[in-house]
């Protein structure tokens, strides 16, 4: 079991807007500005696409955003496109002595 | 254009050792952090470890704390992963991804597949 929870699956439509959640607990989520999320296509090695809960790195299109309330963070992806499909992780910051927690990912699928 | 490359993986006994690297190009590999990442097949990923830019800080994954131990060589922009005592649950893909800090890697290896099986 994942210290970070995350829906199985998301699906939209070409053109559509999803959000992923991602929740977490007051020793991490809740605790820090540390949120992250990351794209994985199969087969490939992930890519970071938000940082520090909201910022994006250089390349990242700006149809993806991050957002936080409380314990739960969110990633959304505005404007679906087929190239979007893969797999999205979050990650935290934590309190404990493993300094990093994954969410289990979610698949997306565009229909 | 940052690269990073990793070796060393294959198939180990339980109870055996191995040693992975990740050779790093394309940026001054000594002003940052690194993390190393896994993913068991058909599974999620894991945090194993990070190193800061000067060894100074070293974190590890309460799963591997005591088995494994991450190093680095700045003069050969390299990053190394020693792993004992290895179980078969450490097989998966090992990652080596440079740090943004600890919390999150902003550029990945294609990764090396560690299988621990008897």
């Known amino acids: 079991q994942s210290a970070l929870t995350q829906p199985a699956s998301v699906s939209g439509s070409p053109g559509q807007s999803i959000t992923i959640s991602c929740t977490g607990t007051?020793?991490?989520?809740?605790?820090?500005?540390?949120v992250s999320w990351y794209q994985q296509h199969p087969g490939k090695a992930p890519k970071l696409m938000i940082f520090?809960?909201?910022n994006r790195p250089s390349g990242v299109s700006n149809r993806f955003s991050g957002s936080k309330s409380g314990n739960t963070a969110s990633l959304t992806i505005s404007g679906l496109q087929t190239e979007d499909e893969a797999d999205y992780y979050c990650s935290s910051y934590t309190t404990s002595t493993t300094k990093v927690v994954f969410g289990g990912g979610t698949k997306l699928t565009v229909l | 254009e940052v690269q990073l490359v990793e070796s060393g993986g294959g198939l180990v006994q339980p109870g055996g050792s191995l040693r992975l690297s990740c050779v790093a190009s394309g940026f001054t590999f000594n002003h940052y952090n690194m993390n190393w990442v896994r993913q068991a097949p058909g599974k999620g990923l894991e945090w194993v470890s990070y190193?800061?830019?000067?060894?100074?800080?070293?974190y590890y994954a309460d799963s591997v704390k005591g088995r494994f131990t991450i190093s680095r060589d700045n003069a050969k922009n390299s990053l190394f992963l020693q792993m004992n005592s290895l179980r078969d649950e450490d097989t998966a893909v090992y990652y080596c991804?440079?740090?943004?800090?600890?919390?999150?890697?902003?550029?990945w290896g294609q990764g090396t597949l560690v299988t621990v099986s008897s």
């Open positions: 007051s020793s991490d989520v809740g605790d820090y500005n540390f």
């Open positions: 190193i800061s830019s000067g060894s100074s800080t070293i």
């Open positions: 991804a440079r740090g943004v800090g600890p919390r999150a890697s902003d550029y």
């Open positions: 520090d809960v909201s």
